[in-house]
């Protein structure tokens, strides 16, 4: 047996490469793992020496890196939940005992070092009971491992073994990364792309139209140039449809453009290939699917490879289809969705449904490539390519169109008829693998809208903690509706679960919300809550002491696990209401008048889209200015509380909250602000007492404004902050204060604030972005104006804070630097640690850095003439080298 790579290198090794890609800043993380790939490739030119039979390939290590990539051994069947169980097994832990509990309930806060995903809790959780050198184990061992455990003849006690004998070999560093390839998320907070280009510059294109496999083979020289095309047998990411509303598709035919419509289905996305009479089939990410008992890789060994030996074409001797496949039910004749209770790739002769495949696109026929041909010629193509056969090989009905008023009757046609939207692609489009946005394809759903579907208004019962960046939050919910009261006019008492739903929920909502019921979680669901059949959640609420949220969802479908008898599809919250009291919610008999037929799913529209739908924005914004959604009060006294004609109420979002306006701006003069306070239900007032909530200032400078912010005794807002809280998407609910809305505030919403945010504006819990870190960095400039130091007060600081007075943050503070070689970039590093940089010499100059081993005669002269007395000559790789050791190294080695 050859030689391998993956023989050769140790997974200890890769696991201290992934360690160090965590800590690293984000910017350094692709260079940490570029070196150590640099590494592979000298040992591969090693092996190669040794043995020109040698196995080279950097994949086994990639499909670790990568493993959401991996397409050719199968699943492991392995999440957090059931691995837990498996290490509780393992480990002979017992259920109940401690390390169990916290590797089973992973999701519960916990204090000490607890870990952010569940490979760092089982490593925190278990790290005792691993030995403390790390094993010999080689990549080639732990993929031969994985392997083992994806293998589908392993039964349970196999799989069982199978880690027993891996854990009691290596260390707990090791354990951790091999549970974190195992559910294929490495947290190392950087993305495939940047990985992928670490192998080869042309790695990302290359994978559009192959597997990893083959990218980390074809590309294993990463100096050598590629271009990839769509081959048959080899999968490729299919064109992907960009979000469209209704209401937008006016702007699709600004200039003329004519387009092909077709039904959006509700099924698996896949290819299939033929050549020669053999035939494979991808899923959309890539997995095949050819083996499974509806396919076959010949017209003899499966359902669909006979379907097409007899439908294609008789001169056909390639092709490649892009399409989707559906369930067809086998008595009913009817097309069924990705809702209902089977799974296409599953199909058997024995089941109700059997596969269906509907062509919408040809990639190639006849062994020529037809991707950079118009949709329009592909199409002709296509209806050539093969015989229809009901419920077995179809082509997607398609129509051509030019306007958007035919384009609102297709989509009215799709609704009555209950599917799940409209594709619509430009006649001209070529086909471009990946590619979704200016692609000119189009996908258009009526959830997509705001005024086409139900919402429903469903009651928080309980909540699921979230993982990473959601640890120790709750940030699921599971929500419900009641059932009526039996007593006309009463508030209802009992509730039933409807839906999980984990989607539509900002962070500052989350928290509010965690807020909001942090005391009133209980561990056991209430009695008058009937709970699902599966999933409950962790922690629950009283109804009485819940909130409702409005919901939207794509569809209502049939469901064993709730007591209702049916859930939602795809639901997503889409405001948290505030202004409801708890009784208000959706009932059981409003949630079932949804249903108007025996269908198993039940679509959630509530009306036709119309001309209006479509119109022109800029004519909606104006009609939707124009709305009479708020009443003038223009014989309204300004400054009290006492109207002839009372507001009409928009909401009840600053209900009880007391106000004061001392002025506004030219947009919103003072009078303005207060009419529209009153609107939310603010108690305005003229002058601030103990109970205000907030005091708006739209004018600093005015004597009575300066008085009331220099007293420090309230929460003074600027301007903006009234902007954004009455706009009409901020209305489901009274967010916090911004740390950049206030001018001043009092001593408590400044410690309530200081829990999220740094002196700097900078969010502890979210993810920065450009405009954050912009308010930040203009923060921090306001503040180094104000707290700016001469140099000497600089040099004071570092000694009284650092050993020898030298600061590892500035260390070359006390030094002018001259560099020769203007394109020197250790000059950016000099300057980064507080070092002067001086393009030209003079007396300042205390260092000339030299970009080499010689200076020039010129500069030599210069040197002995002028600066001989207190100027060093140092070549520049000395700042390279303190920056590697994080302090000032001796200069003897480096002086000139």
Not at 612 to 630: G, L, W
Not at 726 to 731: D, F, H, I, T
Not at 812 to 830: A, E, H, I, P, Q
Request: charged fraction near 30%.
């Amino acid at each position: 047996m050859s030689i391998s790579l993956a023989g050769k290198i140790e997974f200890r090794q890769l696991c201290n490469v992934l360690e160090e890609v965590t800590k690293a800043p984000i910017a350094k993380k692709a260079d940490v793992l570029e070196t150590f790939i640099r590494h592979c490739r000298h040992v591969s030119g090693e092996l190669k020496t040794q043995d020109p039979n040698a196995d080279v390939s950097i994949f086994p290590i990639f499909r670790l890196i990568l493993p959401r990539l991996e397409r050719e051994r199968g699943p492991t069947n392995l999440k957090e939940k059931s691995l837990a169980t498996l290490y509780v097994r393992v480990f002979c832990l017992g259920k109940g005992s401690k390390d169990a509990i916290k590797l089973l309930e992973y999701k519960v806060p916990r204090t000490g070092k607890a870990g952010h995903d569940f490979g760092e809790i089982a490593y925190w959780t278990l790290r005792k009971r691993f030995k403390s050198e790390t094993s010999d184990l080689t990549i080639k061992h732990i993929n031969a491992f994985i392997d083992n455990v994806s293998s589908k003849n392993e039964s349970l006690a196999q799989k069982d073994e199978t880690f027993k004998i891996l854990l009691g070999k290596i260390s707990a560093l090791e354990f951790k990364w091999i549970t974190r390839i195992i559910l294929k998320d490495l947290k190392l907070n950087i993305g495939e792309k940047k990985i992928l280009a670490v192998i080869h510059p042309d790695a990302n294109s290359a994978l559009d139209v192959s597997n990893l496999h083959q990218v980390c083979d074809t590309l294993f020289n990463n100096q050598l140039r590629h271009h990839y095309d769509i081959k048959v047998f080899s999968h490729f990411r299919p064109m992907l449809l960009e979000k469209c509303k209704i209401e937008d598709t006016m702007k699709l035919f600004v200039r003329g453009e004519q387009y092909f419509v077709q039904c959006k289905y509700d099924g698996e996305r896949s290819q299939m290939h033929m050549k020669d009479g053999r035939y494979k089939y991808f899923t959309r990410q890539g997995f095949e699917i050819t083996n499974k008992p509806g396919y076959g890789e010949t017209s003899s060994s499966g359902f669909m490879s006979s379907v097409f030996s007899r439908l294609l074409n008789s001169q056909c001797k390639s092709i490649i289809l892009d399409g989707e496949l559906m369930g067809w039910h086998k008595e009913k004749k009817l097309l069924g969705s990705k809702a209902m209770n089977f799974d296409v790739k599953n199909l058997s002769s024995s089941s109700h449904h059997q596969p269906c495949f509907i062509a919408y696109d040809i990639i190639m026929y006849n062994d020529v490539l037809l991707h950079n041909e118009p949709y329009e010629k592909r199409l002709d193509i296509l209806k050539e390519a093969f015989n229809e056969e009901e419920g077995s090989l179809m082509m997607c009905e398609v129509n051509k169109i030019s306007t958007s008023e035919e384009l609102c009757r297709l989509f009215n046609e799709s609704m009555k008829k209950k599917e799940e939207g409209l594709v619509v692609k430009k006649c001209d489009i070529k086909y471009k693998p990946n590619v979704r946005g200016g692609s000119g394809c189009y996908k258009i759903k009526a959830e997509y809208s705001e005024n086409l579907v139900k919402d429903v208004d469903l009651i928080i019962l309980g909540g699921y903690y979230g993982e990473g960046k959601f640890m120790d939050l709750i940030k699921s919910f599971l929500v419900g509706v009641a059932k009526p009261s039996d007593i006309p006019g009463e508030n209802p008492t009992v509730f039933l679960s409807v839906v999980k739903v984990s989607n539509g929920f900002s962070m500052d909502e989350l928290r509010g919300l965690w807020n909001k019921f942090q005391d009133k979680w209980k561990t056991e669901c209430p009695a008058n809550v009937v709970p699902p059949r599966l999933d409950k959640p962790r922690l629950w609420v009283t109804p009485e002491e819940s909130i409702i949220v409005t919901v939207r969802a794509s569809e209502m479908i049939k469901s064993n696990d709730y007591p209702t008898g049916y859930s939602l599809r795809f639901p997503r919250a889409t405001s948290i209401r505030t202004d409801k009291p708890w009784y208000n919610v959706c009932t059981t008999v409003e949630l079932l008048s949804f249903v108007k037929d025996s269908r198993p799913v039940q679509k959630l529209t509530k009306r036709d889209a119309d001309h209006d739908d479509i119109e022109d924005t800029s004519e909606a914004k104006m009609r939707k200015t124009t709305k009479p959604r708020s009443l003038r009060f223009d014989n309204i006294p300004p400054r009290h509380n006492i109207y002839e004609n009372p507001p009409v109420y928009l909401t009840r979002l600053l209900d009880g909250k007391e106000i004061c306006v001392i002025n506004g701006d030219i947009e919103f003069p003072k009078e303005r602000i207060e009419e529209i306070l009153w609107q939310h239900r603010a108690k305005v007032v003229q002058n601030p007492l103990n109970e205000t909530y907030c005091i708006i200032v739209g004018k600093a400078k005015t004597a009575r404004a300066n008085s009331i912010i220099q007293s420090n005794k309230y929460d003074v807002v600027t301007i903006d902050w009234f902007k954004r809280t009455v706009k009409e998407e901020n209305w489901s609910s009274l967010n916090d204060f911004l740390p950049w809305d206030l001018i001043t505030c009092c001593k408590s919403t400044k410690h309530r604030l200081a829990q999220y945010y740094d002196d700097y504006y900078d969010n502890f819990f979210e993810n920065a972005t450009e405009e954050s870190l912009t308010r930040s960095l203009e923060k921090a400039s306001e503040e180094a104006q104000i707290m700016k130091l001469d140099l000497a007060q600089m040099n004071e600081l570092d000694e009284e804070l650092f050993d020898h007075g030298i600061s590892p943050y500035s260390m070359f503070r006390r030094m002018v630097g001259y560099f020769n070689d203007s394109s020197d970039l250790t000059k950016y590093g000099f300057c980064f640690l507080a070092g002067t940089v001086k393009e030209t010499l003079d007396n300042s100059v205390t260092h000339i850095f030299i970009n080499g081993n010689s200076i020039s005669s010129e500069l030599k002269s210069l040197i002995d003439n002028e600066l001989q007395k207190h100027v060093i000559v140092i070549r520049s790789g000395w700042i390279e080298e303190c920056f590697n050791q994080n302090k000032l190294i001796p200069e003897e080695e480096y002086l000139l």
